[in-house]
């Protein structure tokens, strides 16, 4: 019996690409009817549900008769405009047919690593949990460019898990869980049951990559579950074609891969700073800066930074290493790349006399910085 699963309130089920179009074959809409019977019967029983739906690429793409996923952007923005009307009438006439209504949200990572917006999408997504709908969230895949997307809807999954503070993220895809090797070249790869998510040796299990629909692969699926972790939620990697599998999740059955979370749970301030997937540049500290933030929680002064890579603004997420190049820590530089340049290696007070002003004495403040 999984406690942490049948007790969970919150739910965030993620159906990725090659289960909701039935491996390329357009919308699997009798899969997806199954799927809507489950939720609402999760529903009825007090869960409160957000969908994460992939499926507007590979949809448009056979609405498209096309058979290989197009690489350039502009055609994948097209596929996913026309696939993505298919997708959310498919969600709204079977969840209809329950009595259910579902509602629309289209996210961009800037949208969540803006601290307003991330509260208005958090604030909006509440309201529709509370009224009893079911968000349908995906990837506003027309708009963004490289620099903004999440990319594969795992991530994208995660930081919703993040944002409504869900206690379990369900991870829904062609396998039944996560194998000890990519089960596609291991035909005797063994199913993974129960793992920390911070467990260093999954990393090497979940090399490859996606199948020929979906992006993301176990790597994402892995990174998901560490980042739902951040919030306190546990994941579950499941196979969406098993059958009435979301119902034996509830009734605690052993079912696919649990990931747990390991430490406490982030305050709410720094699992938005975690969510800050894409970083501009780089500060190479020194030791005595690299033991200030590790050991002692203190914020970055310029004092203790040799080197500024990369070009960022103020404001821009920012990844602080130590003399040996590995990460120590991640935060939101209070100064532009070229600013940092003139004050790193100063003491605080002669910022201004540098800069000729001052915004803050720290290049990085702890409120705005998370430890790796
Ligand atoms: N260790 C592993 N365990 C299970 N599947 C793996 C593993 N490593 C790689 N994979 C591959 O990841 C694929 C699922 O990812 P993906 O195609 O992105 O699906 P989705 O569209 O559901 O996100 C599986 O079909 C599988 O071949
Ligand atoms: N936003 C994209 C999903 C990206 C993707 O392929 O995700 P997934 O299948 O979950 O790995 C779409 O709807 O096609």
Known sequence: MRSKVTGAQRWVVKIGSALLTADGKGLDRAAMGVWVEQMV???????????????????GMSRLGWAKRPSAMNELQAAASIGQMGLVQAWESSFAEHGRHTAQILLTHDDLSDRKRYLNARSTLRTLVE???????NENDTVVTDEIRFGDNDTLAALVANLVEADLLVI???RDGMFDADPRNNPDAQLIYEARADDPSLDAVAGGT???????????????????????????????????????????ERLGTLLSPERGMLAARKQWLAGHLQTRGTLVLDDGAVKALRQANKSLLPVGVKTVQGSFRRGEMVVCVGPDGLEVARGLANYSALEAQKIIGQSSEAIEGLLGYIAEPELVHRDNLILV
């Open 41 to 59: 019967a999760l529903h009825e029983a007090g869960v409160e549900l957000v969908l994460v739906s992939s499926g507007a690429v590979a949809a």
């Open 131 to 137: 009224l009893g709908v079911v968000p349908v969230i």
């Open 172 to 174: 829904l895809t062609d």
């Open 210 to 252: 996606g199948g020929a629909l979906g992006r993301g692969g176990m790597q994402t699926k892995l990174r998901a579950a560490r980042l739902a972790a951040r919030s306190g939620a546990h994941t579950i990697i499941v196979g969406g074609r098993l059958e009435r599998v979301l119902d034996r999740l509830k009734a605690g």
